[in-house]
Nanobody, 122 residues
Framework: QVQLVESGGGLVQAGGSLRLSCAAS????????MGWYRQAPGKQRELVAR???????NYVDSVKGRFTISRDNARNTVYLQMNVLKPEDTGAYYC????????????????WGQGTQVTVSS
């Protein structure tokens, strides 16, 4: 009942930039944490960055100083600005969000987007 739709992936040369967007819609009362994960071929999905409702962010060490996560609470949207991209950033990037559907019955959601491909050529 909660949908997450990503956009912004593509092919870019090393050193280039991309901006990913993810919009959440559906039965949402509030969103707690929104984040981006990635999965390279043959590897496990890993957390790239996340941001909570207070704006506190976390990044995996390999992207610190290059990637910036932000969110627009009015639009239920999270962004990932990726600069100085490296070939090792290549992978499928997935948006994740969790929060409250209905505060009266305690129902909540933890949803994933369909993924968007990021390919960085050397």
């Amino acid at each position: 009942q909660v949908q997450l739709v990503e956009s912004g992936g593509g092919l870019v040369q090393a050193g280039g930039s991309l901006r990913l967007s993810c919009a959440a819609s559906g039965r949402i009362f509030s969103i707690d944490t929104m984040g981006w994960y990635r999965q390279a071929p043959g590897k496990q999905r890993e957390l790239v960055a996340r941001i909570n409702s207070a704006g506190i962010t976390n990044y995996v060490d390999s992207v610190k100083g290059r990637f910036t996560i932000s969110r627009d609470n009015a639009r239920n949207t999270v962004y990932l600005q990726m600069n100085v991209l490296k070939p090792e950033d290549t992978g499928a990037y997935y948006c994740n969000a969790n929060g409250v559907v209905n505060p009266h019955d305690g129902s909540w959601f933890d949803g994933w987007g369909q993924g968007t491909q990021v390919t960085v050529s050397s």
